[in-house]
């Protein structure tokens, strides 16, 4: 069985590929994830306020005492004590490249305009073969439009796609008033891949201290329908490669986001939940299915469920609503 894909004009031996999670942080965690069969990695994400802070951190160090006397030099920070995320990051890229056979994808996490964005070449001269922008972004002023969300989100691709010449896949939440267009607008802008969706982690609420707490919760299974639906209604109408991210946890649903029309599926949740050596189950269950089905090749599947294919296109979009609500008993 064919399970080879291309995703981002990179050729993978099969569309499993580890999302940005924890995972990624330790090279012997990512060499046991390629053992068991991982067709690429995207790293975890170097934040925009990581970047941000380094820099806001160094300009204090070279300014403050400038002016004082020859002593000023003590200001300067030790180098061995100075943090450096951001380079430990591009490092470790340049590890993975050696020591991994897959491609390695850069995630570069923010959304406000600014020199952060030179990460990107960085990353890539660092070897990235790829990178995933991951855009998330909380609207929440009431000042601010829809369509200039929308706008400041292609102004940060754009602003990444000029400063490199490898690939660049967006990671986006569903969260846009008509995300065909959107994405449509995406491919318009240089991306070559769209990432659905990105999870937006919700805070939860603490009766006894009064806080707000951050909160971690996987996914399951049932949350692929949303990025599902999503990925079948924009196969074959945007002219860039399509991932699937969120809820894929088994052979079927890696299968059920290919026959939507995904190049690639994402997991993380169930990684974390069974370890590396899930890929290999999920990989032997692709295989046994697409060989029932008399598939020569996981390509050959691609789309076969999505709107573009299915005979009942309105399945995906109010007609199908009208149903689930009539049939309930």
Same mark, same amino acid.
């Given at each position: 069985?064919?399970?080879?894909?291309?995703?981002? +004009?990179?050729?993978?031996?099969?569309?499993?590929?580890?999302?940005?999670?924890?995972?990624?942080?330790?090279?012997?965690?990512?060499?046991?994830?390629?053992?068991?069969? $991982?067709?690429?990695?995207?790293?975890?994400?170097?934040?925009?306020?990581? &970047?941000?802070?380094?820099?806001?951190?160094?300009?204090?160090?070279?300014? /403050?005492?400038?002016?004082?006397?020859?002593?000023?030099?003590? *200001?300067?920070?030790?180098?061995? =004590?100075?943090?450096?995320?951001?380079?430990?990051?591009?490092?470790? @890229?340049?590890?993975?490249?050696?020591?991994?056979?897959?491609?390695?994808?850069?995630?570069?996490?923010?959304?406000?305009?600014?020199?952060?964005?030179?990460? !990107?070449?960085?990353?890539?001269?660092?070897? $990235?073969? $790829?990178?995933?922008?991951? @855009? *998330? *972004?909380?609207?929440?002023?009431?000042? @601010?439009?829809? !369509?200039?969300?929308?706008?400041?989100?292609?102004?940060?691709? %754009?602003?990444?796609?000029?400063? @490199?010449?490898?690939?660049?896949?967006?990671?986006?939440?569903?969260?846009?008033?008509? &995300?065909?267009?959107?994405?449509?607008?995406?491919?318009?802008?240089?991306?070559?891949?769209?990432?659905?969706?990105?999870?937006?982690?919700?805070?939860?609420?603490?009766?006894?201290?009064?806080?707000? =707490?951050?909160?971690?919760?996987?996914?399951?299974?049932?949350?692929?329908?949303?990025?599902?639906?999503?990925?079948? &209604?924009?196969?074959?109408? %945007?002219?860039?490669?399509?991932?699937?991210?969120?809820?894929?946890?088994?052979?079927?649903?890696?299968?059920? +986001?290919?026959?939507?029309?995904? $190049?690639?599926?994402?997991? /993380?949740?169930?990684?974390?939940?069974?370890?590396?050596?899930?890929?290999?189950?999920?990989?032997?269950?692709?295989?046994?299915?697409?060989?029932?089905?008399?598939?020569?090749?996981?390509?050959?599947?691609?789309?076969?469920?999505?709107?573009?294919?299915?005979?009942?296109?309105?399945?995906?979009?109010?007609?199908?609503?009208?149903?689930?609500?009539?049939?309930?008993?």
């Amino acid at each position: 069985m064919d399970l080879s894909t291309t995703y981002l +004009g990179l050729k993978l031996k099969n569309p499993l590929v580890v999302g940005a999670s924890p995972l990624s942080r330790e090279l012997d965690m990512l060499k046991k994830l390629e053992d068991a069969g $991982a067709g690429a990695v995207v790293l975890h994400s170097l934040f925009e306020e990581q &970047i941000v802070h380094e820099q806001e951190e160094l300009d204090h160090y070279l300014t /403050v005492g400038e002016e004082s006397f020859a002593e000023a030099l003590s *200001y300067f920070p030790r180098l061995d =004590t100075y943090h450096r995320g951001p380079e430990e990051y591009l490092e470790h @890229i340049r590890k993975c490249k050696q020591a991994l056979g897959v491609p390695v994808i850069g995630s570069l996490n923010g959304i406000s305009a600014g020199g952060w964005m030179e990460y !990107a070449r960085k990353m890539e001269e660092a070897g $990235a073969d $790829a990178i995933e922008l991951n @855009i *998330y *972004y909380v609207a929440a002023s009431p000042h @601010i439009t829809g !369509a200039e969300v929308e706008q400041m989100c292609l102004d940060d691709l %754009i602003a990444v796609r000029r400063s @490199i010449k490898i690939p660049v896949a967006m990671k986006i939440g569903p969260f846009f008033s008509n &995300i065909s267009n959107f994405c449509n607008r995406v491919a318009d802008a240089g991306g070559e891949g769209l990432v659905l969706f990105n999870r937006f982690y919700q805070p939860d609420l603490d009766l006894e201290k009064l806080e707000v =707490t951050p909160t971690v919760g996987l996914s399951a299974s049932a949350d692929l329908r949303l990025p599902l639906r999503w990925i079948a &209604i924009l196969f074959g109408r %945007i002219k860039c490669d399509l991932a699937l991210s969120t809820g894929v946890h088994s052979a079927q649903d890696a299968l059920k +986001g290919i026959m939507a029309g995904a $190049a690639v599926v994402q997991l /993380v949740s169930v990684l974390l939940e069974k370890g590396p050596r899930h890929l290999t189950t999920i990989l032997k269950g692709m295989t046994d299915w697409l060989t029932a089905k008399e598939y020569a090749s996981v390509n050959e599947a691609r789309g076969a469920l999505s709107q573009r294919h299915c005979p009942e296109r309105a399945a995906y979009e109010r007609a199908n609503y009208m149903k689930v609500l009539h049939s309930w008993r």
